[in-house]
């Protein structure tokens, strides 16, 4: 059998914070033509991909932070997008900053949306692991402040069967720092996911730890190689790239097939499309072998490892 997706890696190189989300849009369609142009199912952006990465600055008042995020979607900057992709009948993913009402309350999500080849809204994810911090900590010389911004995400990692050919596959999301937690691609890969969308933005250096900037490159590898080849999935990490308002974001967007090798990466950290003929059904090299949960899993045992403190015996 042969279930093959052709899909689109959209790397983005840096957008400038006076850059409107016009001038973004045009980027991405011009990156979706070229998608579609080379055969493309379905095209991949990277997180908040319709403006600069913005909680790399500490913002006083709320009325300005909200200038950052989308109160609808498709909405009058973004409807361009939309209509492009469904008079090229292709689909994709996309990452933004979603501003919601529910009950009342104003809600800030880092979001991203699968949306098919009809111009539908597949499905919905709401980034899970929010790195940084929650206050302005001045000795940064960029801040990183999701924690204020957002809240966690409360969709789960949910699985979506879609259609963007005519073969049937098994999609789910995460954003950035989500690909770096091995649960993730789990709570996926119970799921049946084949093919994981992931968008980021990363910089070279951690503040925290400078001693692992020479890193970035290989913990993001490391994380989508491990994440794809223990699920048995597809994956296809995209990066925003480049030196954004003095900030150097990774670029290496690349796809991972199930077994964990890299098929395609970018070569440059400017907006750059790569694209792979994925064929889900190799998802069962690894699904119906080395990690066939049913046959080798042993939830129980880990389950007893947790609920005992640990199997180690004092001496
Ligand atoms: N946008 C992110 O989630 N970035 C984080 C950085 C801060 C470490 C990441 O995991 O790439």
């Avoid at 996926?188 to 925290?208: D, F, K, S, W």
């Avoid at 990066?239 to 199930?258: F, H, M, R, T, Y």
């Amino acid at each position: 059998m042969s279930r093959k997706i052709i899909v689109g890696a959209a790397q983005l190189g840096p957008i400038a914070r006076s850059d409107s989300r016009r001038v973004v849009v045009g980027r991405l369609i011009e990156l979706m033509r070229e998608a579609k142009a080379r055969g493309c199912d379905l095209v991949v952006y990277p997180e908040l991909a319709l403006t600069t990465f913005f909680p790399r600055w500490y913002f006083e008042a709320q009325d300005e932070v909200d200038t950052w995020f989308e109160r609808e979607l498709p909405g009058p900057d973004t409807q361009a997008l939309f209509d492009e992709a469904l008079r090229l009948s292709i689909g994709f993913y996309l990452g933004y900053a979603e501003l919601t009402e529910q009950g009342g309350r104003v809600r800030h999500f880092n979001t991203s949306v699968l949306v098919g080849k009809r111009g539908e809204l597949i499905g919905k994810y709401r980034k899970i692991h929010l790195p940084g911090h929650t206050e302005n900590e001045a000795w940064r010389p960029f801040q990183h402040l999701e924690k204020r911004y957002f809240e966690r995400g409360d969709l789960g990692f949910p699985a979506f069967q879609a259609k963007f050919n005519e073969h049937q596959g098994i999609f789910g999301m995460a954003l950035c720092n989500d690909r770096r937690w091995p649960e993730t691609y789990r709570v996926l890969g119970l799921q049946g996911v084949e093919m994981a969308l992931i968008g980021y933005n990363t910089p070279l250096h951690y503040a925290q730890v400078p001693e692992h900037d020479h890193l970035q490159a290989f913990h993001n590898h490391l994380s989508l190689q491990a994440g794809a080849y223990q699920n048995g999935m597809w994956v296809v990490g995209v990066a925003k790239a480049g030196i954004e308002e003095g900030c150097d974001l990774l670029g290496q967007s690349c796809i991972v097939a199930p077994t964990g090798e890299i098929v395609s990466m970018c070569s440059t950290v400017e907006d750059e499309l790569i694209t792979e003929s994925c064929n889900l059904d190799r998802c069962r090299e690894i699904k119906e072998n080395v990690f066939n949960f049913e046959l080798h899993r042993e939830p129980d045992t880990y389950r007893l490892i947790v609920e005992t403190k640990g199997a180690i015996k004092p001496l």
